[in-house]
Each structure stands twice: as structure tokens, then as C-alpha cells.
């Protein structure tokens, strides 16, 4: 079993909407977690940086943490065309797949 | 301030060669990581230095596979003979200390023919 699994998508929605992404992991030892952006072709760029259970909040981006039940998740709000792109949740040295995410104008 | 940079950008070579790739880390990043990614994959991590020596490298898939960080800055993976199934790309990574948060380069994509 891989340790960070995410649904890789693709997952399409209109401009505007609110997108959940979603990961779960099963490591208990995993203490911090981070959420990546990466366009086709580039680097994965840093969204999102946790380290407790609960929620952070920076600007159009929400990542929540559920240890309990080892769930995170990244919602976006007021999706963009400029929002698509693939997106990783990580812990430590750890990543999952990536979600393909498409926001349709 | 400057990013994480990674040369070269593009990496092209034939099966059996050795290739080295370079990665400049963020100013005053103590900690560092060299991962690969391939097509549809998330990033899978290789080693990970923090200062000058090599904490973890368990991710190294074989011998073949050598990095070094010698003055706790600059560090390369060094590839001997390459093999096709090398080909992806290499992602570097840094952050202040273990545990804090990685910002990666923009990659190296090798190609071996």
C-alpha cells in the first residue's frame, strides 16, 4: 500500500466552483503536510504547509487536516482557469500521485 | 531571492554514459533532496542531505547512483552508465531544516537513448 494516495483525475469543473482535493495516507507517524501546484513541464511549486490537525487558510486556498481518521484535503475557492494544473499532497518525503485538475472557463 | 535552480534544464544521452546533474539550493537551506519523477508520478524521493552529509539515502535505486553535497551548498547526482529506464525528470529540493517546508527547482529532464 503506498503510504500518500490521491485520486489521480482527472477532475474537471467550471470556473468559479469550489474544488476539493483529497488525500489519505497511513502512516500515524506523519506529523506535516504540504500541497503542491505543479504545471505541465515545471517544478512543484509550495501551496500549503500543516502541521496540526485542523485548518489553514491562505487566500483562495483551505488545506484541513484530519489525523483522526488520516484525511487531508485542499479546497479552492472562486476556481480559475489558471487553478489547472496537477496537485500533489506530500508528507515529509512522501508524495502521492497527483490529481489532475481541469477548470473549464 | 533566487529559488532553487537545477542545470541543465534538458539532459539528452545514449545508454551506458554518465551524466551528472547539478542542483543550487536556497541561500541558507541547510537541508536538501533529490528526487525523481516520471510521467504521471508524483515526485519519488532519492536522498536527502542535511549540511554536507548524506542523511538518508535509501531511495537510491542502485549503485548506479551516487550524490554529494561537499560544502553543504551545491550538491550533484551523479548517473554511471545510464540506462533508458533512467530517463525522467530530476527534481531538486530544499529547505531551511528537516521537517520544514521543501521548495523545489524546476528540474532536469534526462533522456537516455
Known amino acids: 500500500q503506498k503510504e500518500v494516495e490521491q485520486d489521480p483525475g482527472p477532475l474537471s469543473v467550471p470556473e468559479g466552483a469550489i474544488v476539493s482535493l483529497n488525500c489519505t495516507y497511513s502512516?500515524?507517524?506523519?506529523?506535516?503536510f504540504m500541497w503542491y501546484r505543479q504545471y505541465s513541464r515545471k517544478g512543484p511549486e509550495l501551496l500549503m504547509y500543516?502541521?496540526?490537525?485542523g485548518n489553514k487558510e491562505d487566500g483562495r486556498f483551505t488545506a484541513q487536516v484530519d489525523k483522526s481518521s488520516k484525511y487531508i484535503s485542499l479546497f479552492i475557492r472562486d476556481s480559475q482557469p489558471s487553478d489547472s494544473a496537477t496537485y500533489l499532497c506530500?508528507?515529509?518525503?512522501?508524495f502521492g500521485k497527483g490529481t489532475r485538475l481541469h477548470i473549464l472557463p | 531571492g533566487a529559488g532553487v535552480s537545477q542545470t541543465p534544464s534538458n539532459k539528452v544521452t545514449e545508454k551506458g554514459k554518465y551524466v551528472e546533474l547539478r542542483c543550487d539550493p536556497i541561500?541558507?537551506?541547510?537541508?536538501l533532496y533529490w528526487y525523481r519523477q516520471s510521467l504521471g508520478q508524483g515526485p519519488e524521493f532519492l536522498i536527502y542531505?542535511?549540511?554536507?552529509?548524506?542523511?538518508?539515502d535509501s531511495g537510491l535505486p542502485n549503485d548506479r547512483f551516487f550524490a554529494v553535497r561537499p560544502e553543504g551548498s551545491v550538491s550533484t547526482l551523479k548517473i554511471q552508465r545510464t540506462e533508458r529506464g533512467d530517463s525522467a525528470v530530476y527534481l531538486c529540493?530544499?529547505?531551511?531544516?528537516?521537517?520544514?517546508?521543501?521548495?523545489f527547482g524546476p528540474g532536469t529532464r534526462l533522456t537516455v537513448l
Open positions: 529540493a530544499s529547505s531551511l531544516g528537516s521537517g520544514n517546508e521543501q521548495f
Open positions: 500543516t502541521y496540526s490537525s
Open positions: 502512516n500515524s507517524a506523519f506529523q506535516y
Open positions: 541561500s541558507g537551506h541547510t537541508a
Open positions: 542531505f542535511q549540511g554536507t552529509g548524506a542523511a538518508d
Open positions: 506530500a508528507s515529509g518525503i512522501i
